[in-house]
C-alpha cells in the first residue's frame, strides 16, 4: 500500500523556469492538500481539492496553480519560480474534509529555486 | 483566527527520561487537536488527535496527550524516551476545515 505518492523528490530549477510537482495517492481518499514546509513554520497551506473537479486556494496560493486530475491525483504548478519558493512540497489527502480528519502525507519534495 | 504556540523548538532529553513536548492553543470554541510526527526526510504522521471524547488521548508508540481547556494547552507526554523517539513534532488545531500548525518542536535524545 503505496499511499501518498509525489514527484520528484529532489529538483533544482532556475529563476523564471517552470514545473510541476506530482502526487497520487491509493486510498480512494476524496481530499488532497499541497503544503510547503518552511523552517521554523510548521506547514501552511498552498491549496486543497475538497473532491474531485474542485480546488480551492489555502493559507499561500500566489505563485502556484493546482489540478486536480482525477480522485487518485492531484499536481502542483510552479509556472515562474522564484528563490522565495525553495521549500519542502508535501502532497496529502484525507477521506473526507472535516475538522477531525485524519490527514495522510507523503513523503516530501525538496525544491531549491536558484 | 485561532493560532498554536509550541514552547521550545529544540527539547533535548536524555534515553529513558520523560518527554515532554508543550502545545498551547487559542480557541474561543472546544477544538479539535492534533498531534503529528515528521522523521528525518519523510513526511508527517499522525500520533494522536482529540475530538471531544475524552481529555486523554493515547496516540502510537507510548505517547498521549492531556486536553486541558482552562490551561488551552495539548502537551504530548511519553514517560520514557527511546532514540527511536528523535524527530520532529507539530501541534495542529482544526479551524473552518483545515489545520492550522505550530512552528514544531524537535526532539533530541542523548544516549
Known amino acids: 500500500n503505496a499511499g501518498v505518492t509525489q514527484t520528484p523528490k529532489f529538483q533544482v530549477l532556475k529563476t523564471g523556469q517552470s514545473m510541476t510537482l506530482q502526487c497520487a495517492q491509493d486510498?480512494?481518499?476524496?481530499?488532497m492538500y499541497w503544503y510547503r514546509q518552511d523552517p521554523g513554520m510548521g506547514l501552511r497551506l498552498i491549496y486543497y481539492?475538497?473532491?474531485?473537479?474542485?480546488?480551492d486556494k489555502g493559507e499561500v496560493p500566489n505563485g502556484y496553480n493546482v489540478s486536480r486530475l482525477n480522485k487518485r491525483e492531484f499536481s502542483l504548478r510552479l509556472e515562474s519560480a522564484a528563490p522565495s519558493q525553495t521549500s519542502v512540497y508535501f502532497c496529502?489527502?484525507?477521506?473526507?474534509?472535516?475538522?477531525?480528519?485524519?490527514?495522510?502525507f507523503g513523503e516530501g519534495s525538496w525544491l531549491t529555486v536558484v | 483566527a485561532q493560532s498554536v504556540t509550541q514552547l521550545g523548538s529544540h527539547v533535548s532529553v536524555s534515553e529513558g527520561a520523560l518527554v515532554l513536548l508543550r502545545c498551547n492553543y487559542s480557541?474561543?470554541?472546544?477544538?479539535?487537536l492534533f498531534w503529528y510526527v515528521q522523521y528525518p526526510n519523510q513526511g508527517l504522521q499522525l500520533l494522536l488527535k482529540?475530538?471531544?471524547?475524552a481529555t486523554l488521548v493515547k496516540g502510537i508508540n507510548g505517547f498521549e496527550a492531556e486536553f486541558k481547556k482552562s490551561e488551552t494547552s495539548f502537551h504530548l507526554t511519553k514517560p520514557s524516551a527511546h532514540m527511536s523517539d528523535a524527530a520532529e513534532y507539530f501541534c495542529?488545531?482544526?479551524?473552518?476545515?483545515?489545520?492550522?500548525w505550530g512552528a514544531g518542536t524537535k526532539l533530541i535524545i542523548k544516549p
Open positions: 496529502a489527502s484525507s477521506e473526507a474534509r472535516g475538522p477531525q480528519a485524519t490527514i495522510y
Open positions: 486510498m480512494n481518499h476524496n481530499s
Open positions: 481539492s475538497a473532491s474531485e473537479g474542485t480546488t
Open positions: 480557541s474561543s470554541v472546544p477544538p479539535y
Open positions: 482529540y475530538t471531544s471524547a
Open positions: 495542529a488545531v482544526s479551524e473552518n476545515y483545515q489545520l492550522i
